[in-house]
Structure formats: structure tokens, C-alpha cells
């Protein structure tokens, strides 16, 4: 491949400033948390007392986000891979309509869904006031992600005649999807569970709405530390939250090259 | 064992999620539905006749449409520069301006706070110029660049994958027949990166539509739909109404994202973030 044409001096230009633009606020917040006093910045000395007095104040929150996104990842496998498996096997228009009908909580906003959930379920006490019920919000809005992964990589060619082969010689399904499908879609897998799990951590517009003061997950605190607490302590939250979704994405990442080296797309 | 037939063994994989979506989405939608015409069907249609909830949807079309038309500018130079500009560290920042996407939107209010508040930064700045303290977060300035910072990370992913898979040689047939900057960019770049700005247009124009987080951490003078929903739910026990905006709210977002689909194949990785 020939190299590319350099960027033009205006495009260059504009990419500087939109870098700064996003990079600013991103080391303004990282280094609040970590000043002893904001105003007067770094000359005030760096200290984790902030960090102490979020995890304090706010460290239930940071556990309950972490086991909500674990099982929200185990509701998406159990309900999407064998969704996942009928809708690449299926041909009929039903399952071209569900398949449209299940990606509609991602199109419509959050808020909405939201809504319909209070208004239908709102008055089931134990639900309601349950952290089932901010779980039952994120896997409606994660299960297409799962679903649709594993979906198109189903649907290659080699796997319908590895399937067939293993039907031939005697497979039951179980043993087809279990022990053949599944290890060779491994990649799609993963990759949906790390999208799910990042999802779920960084959900707000659903869990605003079906949080209770009991059931609170971590962007529904930090919400409330920007709202009440110092700017350190906003600052200090924010790390966190960064310090949480990092690994993960960097893990997203790692996973995305390792595939691209072996199937060589 | 496998008795079951191909068509009998499909049903009975997707019944768990079909099931659990029939319950916990479409009953609960289809609830939703019905609830304003408990308070007559003019209810369903107070989004337009109702001056209060007009202006706010309008002003939320009104910043939504300048949000999409900045992100899609901003998101291809930036695209195009990282596509073919190599320097050391190019990854890293691409990473790092694609972080974002996972930020729930309540942390870019906080970013704006801390770049355009009371005690912010573009304060300071000001107040050592001499010009004063300036602050911008609370009004429609600080909502329309924290839509921006929110929708700048998708728009910088796709064009630059776009932008890197453009055919140079394209590029360089239309300079040596002699076309200009605003010839290459009207009949190369334009063309080349037009289904990556139909699908991530709509993705942006539909997330802004229907963001909440930011405005929220905000608390901005400029009022939003969704804010508008909030409020009627929470603070004044309107379901009704709030069901009838929202139901406003859900069919806008969801047609431009189907009407994209429509005109781009690629729009079909629909992922919006909790804006």
C-alpha cells in the first residue's frame, strides 16, 4: 500500500483543537480529584483523601454497578445466544419482525422505556424497590447488542455445514450448539459481553428513573455527588468510574486486534 | 432426542427472549400507548397544540440538528487527519477520543461544569485576561458543546475507518485533471464518506433527541424534551401527559434511525450510549 496524502495545514489544525477540546476536560477532571483543594490547584499537593471519601460515601454504588453489569451479562447469554441461534437460522418473516422489534430499546430513548416500565410494574413493592428491577431495564436495552453479534456470526456459510456434519454424525442439538457452535463463535461472544458489561456500567437515562435511594448504581451517584458534593469529590467519583471501565475497554480492544489477526479480516 | 423439527427447534430457542421482551418492553410500551387516551385523544397530540411542550420540542429539534451538523464537520477533518496523517502517538489519541462513547452523559455535564461553571477553567482563564468571569455551562452554550463532546467519539470512529478505507487513487485522478481543495472535498471526500455521515448522522441527531444525562447534570436554562418529560413525571404526576411526549419522543428518534437504514446499509449498527 502506498502512503496516504498528508492532512491539510486547516485540517490539522481542526483536529488539534478538537483533541483539546475533548482531552481537557478528561485531565481537568482527572487531576481535581486528585488536588487537595481544586481552586488553587497542584500547588495545594496531591492526595487520595478524596478518592477515601468517595469509596466512603459512595462505594456501594461502584459493587452494586459491578454485580448489576455481571448479571446483566449472564441474562443477555442465557436469553441471546439461543435467540441469537433462531433468528441466523430462521428465514421467515416473524423472525425478521422480532428481530426489528428487539433493537426498538436502543432507538427509542431510554426515558421512554423507562416510563412504560414505572407505569407497568411500578406498583410490584418488592420489584419495584429491587435491584432486579434497574437489571430488568439494562438487559431490554442490552439484549440486541448480545443478540445481533452473535447473530451475524452465526449466519456464516461454514458453520451451516459444520452444524449439518455434526447433525450427520449423531449430534443431538445440545451437543451441536454447546460443543460446535458455540466454541466457534467464541470471539462474537466475548466481544458482546464486554459490550454489555461497558454498557450497563455507564447506563443513566433508564436507571435514573428505576433507581430507588436503596438501589443506586454508579452513574446514579455520580449524578448525585455533582449535584451536592464539592468538585473534588465529583472529580474523585469520575476517576473512579474510569478506573472501573477502563480494563474493560482496553480488554474490548485487545480482543478486537487478536481477532483481526486470526480470521484475518 | 432431536425429535424436533428445524422450524420447532427456532421457536423454541427464541421463546426465553422472546418472552422476557414481550414482558418487559412491549406490554409495558403498549401500556404507554394507551395511557394518554384515558385523558381523551386530544392528549396524544399536546406535542403540538400546547405552546409549552412546542417550544421544547422544537428548540430540542432545533439543538439537535445544529449538534448533528457540528459533530458531522468536526468528526470528518478530524477522521480525515487521522486517517492519513501518521505521527507517533496517533493510536493512543485515537483511543483516547473515541473514550467517551462509554461515559454516561452525566459526566460530560460534569466536564462542562468544570470547563465553563463558576469555578471553571474558561473562568480562570478569563479572569487572568482581564475580561471577567465567564461561565457558559448553564445556558445553551454549555448544553450545545456537551452534546458535542458526547457525540464527537462516534462520528471521530466512523469517519476515520471511512476516511482509511477511501481510495487514494480516486483522490489523486481528480487533482491531476486539475480540481481544487472544494472540488476534491465536493466530488471525492463528500461521495466517499457519505454513507458513514447518513448512518452516524442519524445516530447522533437521534441520541441528542433523546439525551438525558447531560441536561440533567446541567440543569440548563434551555429546556429539552426529555427534560420536559422528566419534569411532568416526577415533579407534577402527569403520566399522561409524559407518556404522550415520550411516545413523541421514542417515534422521532426511531424514524430517522429507520429512514437512514433505509438510505445506508451501514446504519445498521444502531448502538446509541446514556447520553
Same mark, same amino acid.
Given at each position: 500500500m502506498r502512503a496516504p496524502r498528508q492532512a491539510s495545514a486547516l485540517l490539522r489544525a481542526v483536529t488539534a483543537l478538537v483533541a483539546l477540546f475533548m482531552l481537557a476536560p478528561m485531565a481537568l477532571s482527572v487531576l481535581a480529584g486528585l488536588v487537595n483543594n481544586y481552586n488553587r490547584g497542584l500547588q495545594s499537593g496531591l492526595t487520595t483523601r478524596w478518592l477515601l471519601e468517595v469509596w466512603d460515601g459512595y462505594g456501594d454504588t461502584v459493587l452494586a454497578s459491578l454485580g448489576l453489569a455481571v448479571a446483566c451479562v449472564l441474562g443477555c447469554l442465557l436469553l441471546g445466544l439461543p435467540c441469537a441461534y433462531a433468528l441466523a437460522r430462521s428465514r421467515s418473516r416473524w423472525a425478521r419482525l422480532f428481530e426489528e422489534l428487539l433493537t426498538l430499546p436502543v432507538a427509542v430513548p431510554g426515558l421512554a422505556s423507562a416510563l412504560a416500565l414505572i407505569l407497568c410494574y411500578g406498583s410490584l413493592q418488592g420489584l419495584r424497590q429491587s435491584y432486579g428491577f434497574i437489571l430488568i431495564g439494562h438487559i431490554v436495552f442490552t439484549l440486541p447488542f448480545m443478540v445481533r453479534n452473535v447473530s451475524s456470526a452465526l449466519q456464516r456459510d461454514e458453520l451451516r455445514s459444520l452444524e449439518e456434519a455434526a447433525r450427520s454424525l449423531g449430534a443431538s442439538f445440545g451437543q451441536r450448539f454447546l460443543g460446535v457452535l458455540l466454541p466457534a463463535v467464541l470471539p462474537a461472544i466475548v466481544a458482546g459481553c464486554l459490550m454489555v458489561f461497558t454498557l450497563s456500567v455507564g447506563e443513566f437515562n433508564l436507571t435514573w428513573m428505576l433507581h430507588t435511594p436503596l438501589t443506586r448504581t454508579l452513574p446514579v451517584g455520580l449524578a448525585d455527588s455533582y449535584a451536592s458534593m464539592r468538585l473534588e469529590i465529583g472529580s474523585a467519583y469520575t476517576l473512579v468510574f474510569l478506573l472501573v471501565i477502563l480494563p474493560v475497554l482496553w480488554g474490548l480492544q485487545g480482543l478486537g486486534h487478536l481477532i483481526e489477526k486470526h480470521h484475518g479480516t | 432426542m432431536s425429535t424436533l423439527s428445524p422450524k420447532a427447534l427456532c421457536l423454541a430457542c427464541a421463546a426465553p427472549a422472546l418472552a422476557f421482551f414481550a414482558a418487559f418492553w412491549l406490554l409495558p410500551v403498549l401500556q404507554l400507548v394507551a395511557l394518554p387516551a384515558q385523558k381523551g385523544a386530544a392528549t396524544y397530540l399536546a406535542v403540538l397544540t400546547e405552546a409549552r411542550y412546542l417550544k421544547s420540542l422544537l428548540q430540542t429539534l432545533a439543538l439537535s440538528l445544529a449538534v448533528t451538523g457540528a459533530t458531522l464537520v468536526l468528526g470528518a477533518a478530524v477522521g480525515l487527519t487521522l486517517a492519513r496523517q501518521r505521527f507517533p502517538g496517533r493510536g493512543l489519541l485515537l483511543s483516547l477520543l473515541t473514550?467517551?462513547?462509554?461515559?454516561?452523559?452525566v459526566i460530560i455535564g460534569f466536564f462542562m461544569i468544570l470547563l465553563g461553571?463558576?469555578?471553571g477553567l474558561v473562568a480562570d482563564l478569563s479572569e487572568a485576561a482581564?475580561?471577567?468571569? #465567564?461561565?457558559? *455551562?448553564?445556558g445553551l452554550g454549555g448544553l450545545f458543546l456537551a452534546y458535542l463532546y458526547f457525540s464527537l467519539p462516534r462520528a471521530i470512529g466512523s469517519y476515520t475507518a471511512a476516511a482509511s478505507a477511501m481510495d487514494p487513487a480516486l483522490e489523486e485522478a481528480a487533482r491531476s485533471l486539475g480540481a481544487g481543495r472544494w472540488q476534491v472535498l465536493r466530488d471525492v471526500w463528500i461521495p466517499e464518506l457519505a454513507p458513514a455521515t447518513v448512518a452516524c448522522g442519524a445516530m447522533v441527531f437521534a441520541t441528542a433527541m433523546g439525551a438525558f444525562g447531560t441536561a440533567f447534570t446541567l440543569a440548563?436554562?434551555? /429546556?429539552?424534551l426529555p427534560i420536559t418529560i422528566y419534569n411532568e413525571f416526577t415533579?407534577? *404526576?402527569n403520566f399522561a401527559l409524559a407518556a404522550s411526549l415520550s411516545l413523541a419522543l421514542g417515534a422521532l428518534s426511531w424514524a430517522v434511525l429507520w429512514l437512514a437504514r433505509r438510505l445506508s446499509p /451501514? *446504519? #445498521?449498527?444502531?448502538a446509541t450510549g446514556g447520553a
Open positions: - | 473514550l467517551p462513547l462509554s461515559f454516561p452523559g461553571g463558576r469555578q482581564g475580561l471577567g468571569r #465567564h461561565t457558559f *455551562a448553564y440548563s436554562q434551555f /429546556e429539552v415533579n407534577y *404526576a /451501514e *446504519a #445498521h449498527g444502531s
